[in-house]
């Protein structure tokens, strides 16, 4: 999962980008609100964290105009205005949920992990696609009955794919999710991390499309 998150706090971007990616999620990370806003119209995250005092363009503006121009990527407010009208001026701009600064990396954890369920129409945290389950909380994936430690990326990629599982998710979607924005993603860099799922789970569990993109099927063997 590509969350873009938008912090000019350097100490507090940081420090969520870390904790964030430790739990298996991609972050890019900006730090003012024209290059958040130029960032969100490209739709290339998954989700937004959204802190209102940016240099640039405040916070607020650059939702409103975001949703004008009919983006409809998810939005977490990170913010330390916690008056009830900055609290509703950001709910009516267009954000999804929103979060008072100071706050608990494990409650923000928590509200990305709810926020995800909604717009992928989950009730629970766990994914289970035949023999596979993974635990998006906990981050723990069995097959048939068996643990699988996997690497960040390969969750990721492994996440991505149960949540699409019988439809062909294409290339370019699952380079967006694992390397996000910061990265120059190699030319087998895929194949390579597809190939090291396949070798902890199954070469059949892990299907192909040449030129496309890759599947896993409604039932993995």
């Known amino acids: ?121 989950l009730s629970v945290n766990r994914i289970e696609v035949g023999a596979l389950s993974l635990d998006v909380g906990t981050s723990e994936v069995t097959f048939r009955g068996e643990a699988v430690d996997l690497t960040r990326r390969e969750f990721a990629l492994l996440q991505a794919l149960m949540e699409g599982a019988g439809r062909l998710v294409r290339r370019e979607s699952l380079e967006n999710s694992l390397y996000g924005l910061d990265h120059v993603v190699g030319n087998n860099a895929l194949e390579v991390l597809v ?7 199954s070469f059949e569990t892990v299907r192909n499309v040449r030129g496309f993109g890759y599947m896993i099927p409604q039932d993995p063997k």
Do not use: C
């Open 1 to 121: 999962m590509h969350i873009l998150l938008v912090e000019d706090d350097a100490q507090l971007g940081a420090a969520i980008q870390r904790a964030l990616e430790r739990l298996s999620y991609t972050v890019s990370w900006l730090r003012d609100g024209r290059s958040a806003l130029n960032a969100m119209r490209d739709r290339t995250a998954d989700l937004v964290l959204l802190d209102l005092g940016l240099p640039g363009r405040d916070g607020i503006e650059v939702l409103v105009e975001a949703r004008r121009a009919h983006v409809d990527t998810p939005v977490l407010v990170m913010t330390a205005r916690d008056g009830l009208t900055a609290r509703v001026d950001g709910l009516d701009a267009g954000a999804d949920d929103y979060l008072t600064k100071p706050f608990h990396v494990e409650e923000l954890a928590a509200r990305i992990r709810s926020l995800t369920r909604r717009m992928r129409g």
């Open 195 to 201: 190939h090291s799922l396949r070798r902890k789970l």
